[in-house]
């Protein structure tokens, strides 16, 4: 008799209930994940383990009259990962994603997790994962703050007033227990008042949209950048002030000077080294300019800066390895990218937590395989 084979369905509502948007939680599950990183006990994608994905992008124009034609946020893209540790557990995170999606009623993006058993390859669970991934992008910068911002931290300025953004703020605003201030800069300034408003409501912070990108930077002990790719975050070195701590996020450029004097630290300086190898690739002319960090990279190409080898993975800083921030005047940077390990470490915690409380649908893949003759 073959293995009866069953796993289990997790929607939206019952992650919700399992406490999938419990930031504080999940900023202690990425930093254990960071000491995993920081050994080498996990695996993603790629010759070198390190890959962030592979997309499925579509062209600017095709003959086929169903297929989709490239648009911004226009993919698919396929996250493979294993993860160690206690998790011990590998997974797919499956991405779409049209920018068009709002005016259809749905997300930008939508996401699904699915875990196997890194043994048998069995699937254990298939989850809806919008709220793993926005949760878990937030509590990376979360578990940043942890280590990297002065602990009398007063102002965090949020640049961008999106999810990704409200996602940031959510785990920082658990990091920094001194925190007193909030400051939203946004190209669309209704948009950013329309979130201070909440802050206020919700926190009983004293928040405020500023109304230039320099205004918002200088007041920042903490400065979130998780704005979209639509204009372009370009920021001064003389803008940031002695002790502040900068997290990208999102794409941003900072004038070279800052660079050359601020102490830098990576999520996993492995794989921006496999991103760093995919621009090496591209055309001369095409080298650098997309991508969360990009600017450094060209720096480091010109022998700028130390290359990748040289930089600072957090994990590292986690496991006691290498040291955090050292005293109050140092100006920080944290440069952070999605990874599919990030997912599955809370993808898993909360599977875990839906089986204790009894959630989910059970699905059954079969009785017993059929044997193909």
Known sequence: MGKKTEFLFLNEEECIKAGVLDYARCIDVEEEIFGLLSVGDYRMGGDKWNSHGLAVKFPKESPFPNMPVDGPDRRFLAMPGYLG??????????????IINPTRGLPRSILTMMLNDPDTAEPIALMSANLISAVRT????????????RKDSEICVNIGAGPVSKACFEAIRCEAKNLKEVVVYDIVKEKAQAWCDEITKKYGYKAWAADSLE??????????????????????????????????TGRCNIDEAYYLDCKMYWDNTKLHEVYYDEHLQLPEAERFINGIGVQIYRMMFEGKLPGLNDQISLGDVVVGKAKG????????????????VWDLGWSYEIYQTAKKMGLGTTLKLWDSAYQCQ
Not at 138 to 149: D, T
């Open 325 to 340: 921030r050292e005293n109050d005047d140092e100006r920080i940077l944290f440069v952070t990218s999605g990874m599919p």
């Open 85 to 98: 540790g206690r998790f011990n557990i590998a997974g797919l995170k499956w991405y779409g994603s049209n």
């Open 138 to 149: 937030g509590c990376v910068p979360g578990v940043g703050v942890r280590y990297l911002a």
């Open 215 to 248: 205004e918002a930077v200088r007041a920042g002990d903490i400065i979130s950048v998780a704005a979209s790719s639509v204009k372009p975050v370009n920021i001064v070195n003389d803008w940031l002030k002695k002790g502040s701590t900068i997290i990208f």
